[in-house]
């Protein structure tokens, strides 16, 4: 009887020791994942990354998100270098990790754990087996989710040529992505000689045809048997330096991780498709400030018009006119910009 207690003490006592062993493995793995190892980051190593993303996690801000379409992007910034970044097309690997992605908007800090994956795009693309949400961006609190207009690809299924406006630019052409209405459509660039010299929001003419594959997100490649696989619209950068008095809806982009302050700008519609000029003053921080708040004060005093829109809100039912100098410094630039004199260069106009 005795040998029979001390048996089963024995083996009560190995089982504690287990669990016990068992505990503090998982824990001291939840403390190694999502790690930030700054060296990693640094110079924007694609082989460093990947080391990151398949053991403790790679960390990076949503860069886009529209889940219907299948689409995310993580950006991962150099820590020494705010315009040295990477874009990374996200695949969820699962369905739990496919959730998560799904409440997931754009600015908020994530860490993923997964593999890069052998792809034909200049843009690495990852597969993803588990997301967590470090922290997310309220920047849209309060506002409904922003419904989107354009039916891809069924609005191109029928035609081979569109316009659309340059969404993003990148590695010397081989990166194309183009906005059709407000989807944003990535194109398979097969002769990087044609798109090389775009900026972001250039509007320009595609001949087109929809790629088979993936199926979402829907891709576009060029028809390079068509006369001229790309026409310029209207180029943005010819405006680079001019002085111009323009007009449009009011719009805001709430403050992010990346701007200390919120950011305003008009909608100006150009051969019907928008663009976005940010309101600035880079030579006097005073005056940069008295526009911020004169902007907050018109913005403030019209809330109940306010609508959401893609990645900022807007205000349809106030156009403001600005007069100031056109600034498109490079061709990766978000927003062009109008610098601004002071705060008298703006007014209400409707």
Avoid at 16 to 39: M, N, R
Wanted: with cysteine; net charge neutral; proline share 5%.
């Amino acid at each position: 009887m005795l040998k029979r207690y001390q048996s089963l003490l024995l083996l009560s006592l190995i089982t504690i020791i287990i669990s016990g062993i068992t505990l503090f493995s998982s824990a001291l793995s939840a403390d190694q994942t999502c790690v930030y190892h700054e060296e990693a980051y640094q110079g924007i190593n694609l082989s460093n990354l990947g080391n990151e993303l398949e053991q403790t996690g790679l960390l990076g801000e949503i860069h886009g998100a529209v889940p219907e379409e299948n689409i995310f992007v993580l950006s991962v910034r150099d820590p020494n270098n705010f315009f040295k970044f990477q874009h990374f097309s996200v695949i969820p690997g699962n369905k739990k990790t496919q959730d998560i992605l799904s409440n997931v908007q754009r600015h908020a800090q994530v860490c993923l754990q997964g593999k890069l994956i052998r792809n034909p795009s200049p843009q690495p693309h990852i597969v993803v087996k588990s997301a967590v949400i470090m922290e997310s961006w309220d920047g849209l609190e309060g506002y409904e989710n922003y419904k989107y207009q354009a039916d891809i690809p069924a609005e191109l299924k029928y035609k081979n040529n569109a316009t659309f406006k340059v969404h993003a630019i990148n590695n010397e052409g081989k990166i194309l992505v183009v906005e059709y209405k407000d989807k944003v459509l990535p194109i398979f660039v097969e002769n990087p000689d044609l798109t090389k010299d775009l900026y972001r929001g250039d509007l320009i003419t595609l001949s087109y045809k929809i790629q088979p594959w993936p199926r979402k997100p829907t891709h576009l490649t060029l028809n390079l048997k068509a006369e001229n696989p790309i026409n310029m619209v209207d180029r943005l950068v010819k405006q680079q330096g001019e002085e111009q008095t323009l007009t449009g809806k009011l719009v805001k982009f709430p403050q992010s991780p990346q701007i200390k302050f919120d950011v305003y700008a008009i909608e100006v519609m150009t051969q019907g498709l928008s663009r976005y000029y940010t309101l600035v003053n880079f030579e006097d921080a005073k005056e940069f400030e008295n526009i911020r708040k004169k902007l907050a004060n018109i913005w403030n005093n019209h809330l109940d018009t306010v609508k959401p829109g893609r990645n900022f809100l807007i205000n349809p039912n106030i156009n403001i006119e600005a007069q100031g100098k056109i600034n498109i410094i490079s061709p990766q630039q978000a927003n062009p910009q109008i610098l601004l004199d002071n705060a008298t260069k703006i007014q209400v106009v409707s």
